[in-house]
Nanobody, 126 residues
Framework: VQLVESGGGLVQSGGSLRLSCAASGFTFENYATGWFRQAPGKEREGVGCISKRYNKKYYADSVKGRFTISRDNAKEMVYLQMDNLKPEDTATYYC????????????????????WGQGTQVTAAS
């Protein structure tokens, strides 16, 4: 099982980035996915998640209306479109996957997820 994030970088406040997570080594469509972030000195927090059948999405209140999570089961990819970035969005962003029998499940809590990528840095300069 391998997850590889990409798309991070440095942007000015108000800018946009699109993160990608490439999955391999398992049947992707059986897994719910989530994006998490961790800033220095802070706990890891859930940003958004999407169920394996695309039908459920959840977002942290801090990113609602600015971030959009999506997935492409055929390409085995997960995306996080981040618009109107703010300095407080600066963090290392991780994608995570968890196998599930429920078509509707995903979680913004990190404990349920078994597989994690290595992270990609996002910096929004003020």
């Amino acid at each position: 099982v391998q997850l590889v994030e990409s798309g991070g970088g440095l942007v000015q406040s108000g800018g946009s980035l699109r993160l990608s997570c490439a999955a391999s080594g398992f049947t992707f469509e059986n897994y719910a996915t989530g994006w998490f972030r961790q800033a220095p000195g802070k706990e890891r927090e859930g940003v958004g998640c999407i169920s394996k059948r695309y039908n459920k999405k959840y977002y942290a209140d801090s990113v609602k209306g600015r971030f959009t999570i999506s997935r492409d089961n055929a390409k085995e990819m997960v995306y996080l479109q981040m618009d109107n970035l703010k300095p407080e969005d600066t963090a290392t962003y991780y994608c995570a996957l968890q196998i599930t029998t429920s078509p509707d499940w995903c979680s913004l809590l990190d404990r349920p997820y078994s597989y994690w990528g290595q992270g990609t840095q996002v910096t929004a300069a003020s």
